[in-house]
């Protein structure tokens, strides 16, 4: 990156969360091209300075533009940030790849666990893309798109094997109402993000039954230990799940109304099947497509998951609400750890 202009970041894609951190990186003094599919979306990013999918009513920075054409967007980018379904991100990036410069900078926002795989975002991005684990950085944290897009204080954790990669990614997202942090542990601060959003379920059910704080925040805190447990199993540092990308994470998504995750648990709690609770949220739940693939982590590594377990058998219809219930409560007491 020259140091005569401004960092050039390239958002891919349109949605909440990428509007919201394109926004982050433009008050940051970066320039922002974001990838929006639909041309109508990309104009008025570009010409009206708004995203009328997500947030008509907030001016985005003028330094803010946006193509439909993936090749325009990458053109001299020193990050591209992917902030796309976790589900869909291999099919995308085997498109875009070719149009990656051999410098740039990946950042992955994405929450979720690759499915058949189990291989965390960043994993997929090294194996698609071919690019080392060091040019592969992950950003995650307590953020929620809305309160970012007011210019609320907020902080997420930036973890890259690379110190320096992260670090000037750092610069290019730090602004006075978002504060990042660095560190090198990309598996906790993926499985962190991941594990999170199926905790944040298991929470939205609770309070859709009409169950109150504290079975809230039984199910934030064993919710911990066993994201904990499966983080460290894989190469983790404890200390990374008591962080941002952790347990901030984990607040954030269990507590408030405007978190997705959460959301859907409660119209699940409420008798909405699946199918409906998908249409009444209308919005990516990385929690439901990826619970079987982190329980499927765990399986594979010894590491028991209860509450996992029971939030995937409840989405694949095996059992009840009630029994959802009964089978945590019912388990054999045992030591806290």
Not at 33 to 53: K, L, S, Y
Not at 149 to 176: K, L, N, S, V, Y
């Amino acid at each position: 990156m020259s140091q005569h202009r401004p960092a050039r970041a390239t958002v891919f894609s349109a949605g909440s969360w990428g509007t919201a951190l394109a926004k982050i990186m433009a008050d940051a003094g970066t320039d922002v091209i974001m990838h929006a599919r639909r041309g109508e979306i990309a104009d008025a990013i570009t010409t009206a300075h708004r995203n009328p999918g997500y947030f008509p009513d907030i001016e985005l920075p003028h330094t803010i533009t946006a193509t439909t054409d993936p090749t325009v967007a990458l053109e001299g980018a020193d990050f591209l940030v992917l902030s796309i379904p976790a589900q869909s991100l291999r099919a995308n990036l085997a498109a875009w790849a070719p149009h990656i410069g051999p410098e740039t900078l990946i950042v992955s926002l994405m929450k979720g666990i690759e499915r058949g795989s189990g291989l965390r975002a960043s994993q997929v991005i090294t194996e698609v893309t071919g690019v080392s684990a060091d040019r592969v950085a992950v950003l995650s944290g307590p953020n929620l798109a809305p309160e970012i897009m007011d210019g609320q204080p907020a902080a997420a954790t930036i973890a890259c094997t690379d110190e320096d990669a992260a670090h000037r990614f750092q610069q290019a997202c730090h602004t006075p109402y978002f504060r990042p942090y660095t560190s090198t542990d990309v598996i906790g601060c993926e499985l962190g993000g991941a594990v999170k959003n199926v905790i944040a379920l298991a929470v939205g059910i609770a309070s859709g039954m009409g169950l109150g704080d504290n079975a809230a925040a039984l199910l934030i805190t064993r919710g911990l230990a066993e994201t904990t447990r499966l983080a460290v199993a894989m190469g983790a540092y404890p200390a990374t799940l008591a962080g941002l990308s952790g347990l901030g994470d984990l607040v954030a998504s269990c507590t408030s109304p405007l978190a997705r995750n959460r959301t859907f648990g409660v119209h699940l709690g409420r008798g909405l099947s699946v199918d409906e609770a998908t249409a009444a949220t209308r919005q990516t739940t990385e929690g439901v497509k990826s619970a079987e693939a982190v329980l499927d982590l765990a399986r594979t590594r010894g590491v028991e998951m209860p509450i996992a377990e029971v939030i995937s058998a409840l989405l694949n219809d095996k059992i009840t609400l009630d029994e959802a219930a009964a089978a945590l409560m019912q388990r054999p007491p045992k030591s806290e750890r």
